[in-house]
């Protein structure tokens, strides 16, 4: 992990713990994730006959009840709803391999409902079917033919790397990666959600 990542995710927890990467990386989304649904990152001190340990509880926002570790204020790793509700949970319990799977089924479903498709309709023929360059229902025909073409390959290559290798393998994401790789999904949902407006005449 680079040093310009430690300091950032030090600034998320004051906090100094032995931690794994993949750990930091989840933490870090955690936190932001909370931040953005209105609630911030507390830490508390459990001392048990065993042990102790930090455990992270979210609390509303402004609540300083407990103390509070010196947070990111901005720059919070940006997220389709879709995938804050359907990803993100199975992200945060370190299953990467099916969270990066969830994240291109449901650009699939999304495809599918704003084109009106089929649930027979799936995968990169789906793809290629709605962002066809001519006849696409969710294609932009105000871009030119080659940002067109560019565009159904993005889709198709995505769900063709992404989705499709997820179903029949285990990819073995780390945290870094699937992050990585969320990230893109929620750039190709948003792009759909945005074909699926209403045009105004």
């Known amino acids: ?13 004051t906090n100094k713990y032995s931690t794994t990467e993949d750990d930091e990386i989840r933490s870090l989304w955690w936190s932001a994730w909370s931040i953005k649904n209105g609630e911030t990152v507390r830490w ?49 319990q370190g299953d990467y391999d ?3 799977f969830q994240a291109f089924k449901q650009v699939e479903i999304a495809v599918r409902e704003a084109g009106g498709y089929e649930a027979t309709d799936y995968g990169t023929d789906l793809m290629r079917k709605a962002f066809h360059v001519d ?3 969710l294609t932009d025909l105000n871009q030119p033919p080659t ?30 990666e699937a992050v ?8 190709l949902l948003r792009i759909v959600d945005f074909r699926n407006q209403p045009e105004v005449s």
């Open 1 to 13: 992990m680079s040093n310009e990542k430690r300091a950032i995710i030090a600034q998320v927890h």
């Open 44 to 92: 508390q001190h459990i001392n048990l006959p065993g042990g102790s340990f930090h455990q992270k509880i979210s609390v509303p926002y402004g609540d300083t009840s407990t103390e509070t570790p010196k947070v990111l204020e901005a720059k919070l790793i940006p997220n389709h709803p879709i995938l804050q509700q359907k990803v993100l949970p199975i992200f945060f």
């Open 98 to 100: 099916t969270a990066v």
């Open 135 to 137: 006849r696409g229902k």
């Open 147 to 176: 940002e067109r073409q560019a565009r159904s390959d993005l889709f198709a290559g995505g769900i063709g790397a992404y989705k499709n290798p997820s179903s029949h393998r285990n990819a073995e994401f780390t945290a870094e």
């Open 180 to 187: 990585e790789v969320i990230i893109l999904a929620g750039h």
